[in-house]
């Protein structure tokens, strides 16, 4: 009788599988819910392809700005010294209004001095990082516009960056 009374304690419980059967029948309604909800236009509804046919006019498009680019001539650095130097090549153009245009032609010769020395201060664990380019983009930039005049350089393009 012992035996009977140890072998009956040792049986686990059945758990209940309703939660389960429940949260599977809500999961289905709630997903048919939602397909209908959205097929049916109630949510997310945007142009059906009749409508959209109505409004098929070309958006307007703005005018491009009035800009031009101006080259600076390849430059070559070279960084560090010794058998651990290494070269830059680097290429620019400049964005200008085109009324600055030739404004900023006249001062290239400076703007290539103040790029070089730039540079050519630079060690090479200073091209090191993710954001590096950026960081360079911005100093130079405004090297320039002080050389220039901040008002006629709009931007600085970098064509070309490449370390060997």
Do not use: C, W
Not at 62 to 74: L, R
Request: charge should be negative; hydrophobic fraction near 45%; charged fraction near 25%.
């Amino acid at each position: 009788m012992a035996e009977a009374e140890e072998s009956a304690e040792e049986l686990p419980k059945k758990k209940s599988k309703l939660p389960l059967i429940l949260g599977l029948v809500l999961a289905i309604a709630g997903g048919g819910g939602g397909f209908y909800a959205v097929q049916s236009g109630m949510l997310f509804a945007g142009e059906s392809h009749d409508e959209a046919e109505v409004h098929e006019e070309e958006p307007e498009v703005p005018d491009m700005p009035d800009v031009a680019f101006v080259p600076i001539d390849p430059l070559v650095i070279s960084l560090g010294q010794g058998s651990n130097s290494s070269h830059l090549r680097f290429r620019a153009q400049l964005e200008v209004g085109s009324a600055h245009r030739s404004e900023v032609e006249k001062l290239m010769p400076r703007v290539v001095d103040v790029l070089n020395s730039y540079l050519r201060a630079l060690e090479p664990a200073d091209l090191e990082g993710n954001s590096i380019l950026v960081r360079l983009r911005a100093q130079m930039l405004r090297r320039i516009q002080i050389v220039t005049g901040a008002s006629r350089v709009n931007d600085l393009l970098i064509m070309e960056f490449v370390l060997n």
